[in-house]
């Protein structure tokens, strides 16, 4: 154990009590200035130490960084998270790490983290807003033994696991706006994007990226966003654990990813339907190949959205832009 995890944990012991500063040094046997040295480094990263020159020092209160120190010891995962979990404070992407970091061979469940981004990506390249301490901007690597033409699913499982955590941890009323948006009373609070790279023999790695917004307040929001924004603290009113929630969600796109590498994804696709936006509604379609206008009326068991156009003609959509006209 270093000397910052030594004087962390033991501030972590007291629970909120003073801890003198004479005591620490002695029980770690280092000087009074060294132990005041590692307080600076740990107020730099954003945990509240309280110092007095009597008292000694204290945790005010019970940090919430989403550091391996904070999130790994209450992690329920077995593999996501758990061997490599890299936290930043600040960085310009976390997909773009974890790309790099799968493309020199880092495992399946690395976990990319930070508490701020300064270029977070969206889908067709569009910004994620990423300020600091008030969201989980998160990255996984998946490597999955799949045929290409099941990759689509773990679109939708990822998608399933966001908005079960809000559902089951937080209890709003989340949906799925089809692929990758994440609403709350039609406003979105979280948004997914998911880059894969293949080879001739199939799948080499997936990098799945989500932010979520958690304790933002509503007049931080751009205006010029695409879709109205919302948070948790907008939605609830109150200051929620962002530890709490990544732990959560963890556990939840675990548990999904590998019952579909298991060969079980029905749970998955129903819940999906049952918390898809889309399904039974009058769409805009946005393609590639240009505009289509008609009905959603299922998902498929690959994931893909099933769309009924005016004349009766029943398309599977791959990828694209909706919008919900009705």
Not at 36 to 64: F, M, Q, T
Not at 79 to 101: H, M, P
Not at 112 to 128: E, H, I, L, N
Not at 210 to 218: D, K, P, S, T, W
Request: aromatic residues 6%.
């Amino acid at each position: 154990m270093s000397m910052r995890d030594a004087v962390l944990q033991a501030l972590k012991e007291k629970n909120g009590e003073w801890l003198s500063g004479e005591m620490l040094s002695e029980s770690l046997r280092v000087s009074r200035t060294t132990i005041w040295n590692h307080i600076k480094a740990l107020l730099a990263e954003g945990y509240e130490v309280e110092s007095s020159p009597k008292k000694g020092y204290r945790l005010s209160s019970p940090p919430d960084i989403l550091s391996p120190d904070e999130v790994c010891p209450g992690l329920a995962c077995e593999v996501f998270g758990r061997k490599e979990y890299i936290y930043y404070q600040e960085i310009d992407s976390t997909n773009s790490q974890a790309r790099t970091l799968a493309s020199k061979g880092y495992p399946e469940g690395t976990l990319v983290v930070a508490d701020m981004q300064t270029t977070g990506r969206g889908r067709r390249g569009r910004s994620w807003y990423s300020p600091r301490n008030q969201g989980i901007y998160m990255s996984l690597i998946l490597r999955p033994v799949l045929p290409m033409k099941e990759i689509s699913r773990i679109s939708l499982l990822v998608a399933v696991a966001v908005a079960e955590t809000l559902e089951e941890e937080l209890d709003l009323p989340a949906r799925i706006k089809w692929p990758n948006d994440i609403l709350v009373n039609n406003k979105k609070i979280a948004g997914i994007l998911s880059e894969v790279v293949s080879d001739m023999d199939g799948i080499e790695y997936i990098v799945v990226g989500i932010g979520l917004n958690i304790n933002n307040q509503l007049q931080d929001f751009p205006s010029d966003l695409r879709t109205p924004a919302t948070s948790v603290r907008v939605e609830d009113q109150r200051l929620v654990s962002r530890v709490k929630v990544l732990q959560g969600l963890l556990v939840r796109l675990e548990r999904r990813y590998f019952d579909l590498l298991a060969g079980s994804f029905e749970g998955t696709l129903e819940k999906g339907k049952s918390l898809s936006l889309a399904i039974g509604q009058e769409l805009k379609l946005d393609t590639i190949n240009g505009v289509i206008i008609g009905q959603a009326v299922d998902i498929d068991d690959y994931g893909f959205l099933l769309l009924r156009d005016q004349s009766g003609i029943i398309h599977t959509i791959m990828s694209g832009e909706i919008t919900i006209l009705s």
